[in-house]
C-alpha cells in the first residue's frame, strides 16, 4: 500500500498545469455516486421458499424516485468520457500514432480490470460445481456480480466509434448529438407504439449523443455562464415537460411495470437530464479548478480516478460478499422497504460493502493501473505467424476491432442469458470462450509493435 499511495502522489504532483482536473473530479464523482446508489437502494430479502432475494428497492418508494434526476449521473460518465477520449485521440494522433493505436492502448485500461473480474467469477463458478452447488443459484450469483458489465457494453463501442465520430464531430459540430437525439426520439415513439426491437437502437443512439456532447465540451463549448445557465434551464424545462406533461416515468432509473423505461435504453427525458447536468458541470467547471489546486484534494481524485474500473466492476462483488456472510450465520436483517428499520440499516449496510471493497480495490486495482500507463512493449511467446498479423499494419485494425466487437458481445451474451439457467462457469460457454480470445488477441495486440516500429529503419 505504501508504494501504490507513493505512485499516486507522483502522478499528482506531475500533472500538467493543462489537464483539465475538473474532469477528473467528475468521472470520479459520477462512479462513486453510483456504487452508493446501487448499495443504498438494494432491497434484500427471502421468497416463498426462503430462498435469498435481491431487487431495487424504487418501486416501493416513489416518493425517491424524483431525486433520480439528481443521483442519475452515468451520464456525466458518458461526458466525460467524450472529453477524455477526445484529448487521449488528438494526444495520439500528436505522436505520431493513429486512431488503431489509440484503440489498442485504451483496451489497456478497459480490458485487463475486467478480465480478472471474468476470471474470477468463472473460477468460483467452478469451484462451486466441485462442491456439488446449485448450478442454477451458482449462474444467479455470478450474473448478479456480473451486472456492471452490461453498461461496459455500451461503454465499449463508444469508445470503438469514437475516432469516426470525432471526425464528424470536427465537421459538423452540434448537428451530430442533433441528429442522435432525433433518432432518441424515433426510438421512444416506437417503444410507446409497443413495438421495442425499433427502440433497442437507442442503447447506441443515446449514449453517443451524450458523448459527443463531451467533444463539444472538449473542443471549446462557450463556458459563459449564459450558455451554462441556458443548459441548465432548457434540460430541466424539457424534464418537466416530458415527465409531468409527457409519457415519460418520474424516475430516471428503470422501475419494473413502468411502460417506458428512461435508463436502458436512453430516452429523451435521460438526454434532457444530461443536458442540464452538463449546464451545472459548465457553471461549477472554473470554481472546482481552483478548487482542486490543493494538493491533499487533487491526489484523492487521482487515487480514485487509478482504480475507477475496478471500484465499479467489483462493488456488487462487494455488496454480495457480507450479505452471503450474514445470511449463512442466520443474521441477515430483511427489513420492509422504505421502513424506519431498512432506513436504519442502510449506514451499518455502507460500511460493510466499503470493507468488502477496499481488499477486493487492493488486490485487484493494481492491474487496472499497469493497464493504463503508457506501456512498454512486451515480448510474449507468441507463433510467428501470429506474431506477423499482430504487427502487420493491414491487420491490426481489423483484429482490434474484432477484439473489441468479440469482448462487447461476450458480455452481452453474459447479460441477457437468463440469470437462472445453469452453466458450468457461470456464464454461456461461448460467451466465456469468446471474450478470452478476444481479449487474448488485444493482449498481443499490446505487446507486438506495429511492423514500421519493429522493423529495421533505413536511412
Known sequence: MGAASREVRRLAERTPPSRERFVDLLRAVSIVAVVLGHWLATVVGYDEHGELTGRSALPDLPWAQPITW???VMPVFFLVGGYANAVSLTAERRRGGDATEWL??????????TTALVLVLGGG???AGLFDADPARVRTVVWLASIPLWFLVAYLVVVVLTPP???????YGLAVPAVLVGLVAAGDVARLLGHGLWGGGNFLFGWLAVHQMGFAWRDGLPGRPRVAVSLLLGGTG???LLTLAGPYPISMINVPGERLHNMSPPSLALLAVATAQLGVALLLRDRGERWLRRGRRWTAVVAVNSVIMTIFLWHISAAILPVAALHVAGVLPTPQAGSAAWLAWRIPLLVL????????????GPIEVRGARR????????PAVLARMASCRVF???LVTTGFAGVAFALLANSLWPSTAPTGSGMPAVALVTYLACAAVLRLLRSTPPATEAGPRHR
Not at 353 to 364: C, E, Q, R
Not at 375 to 382: A, G, Y
Open 70 to 72: 439528481v443521483v442519475q
Open 104 to 113: 489498442i492502448r485504451r483496451s489497456g485500461r478497459l480490458v485487463p480490470p
Open 125 to 127: 463458478a467452478l469451484a
Open 165 to 171: 465520430m470525432y471526425a464528424l464531430h470536427r465537421r
Open 238 to 240: 424539457a424534464l418537466l
Open 353 to 364: 460493502f466499503g470493507a468488502a471493497l477496499t481488499p477486493l480495490v487492493a488486490i485487484f
Open 375 to 382: 506501456q512498454r512493449r512486451i515480448s510474449l511467446p507468441t
Open 396 to 398: 491490426r485494425p481489423l
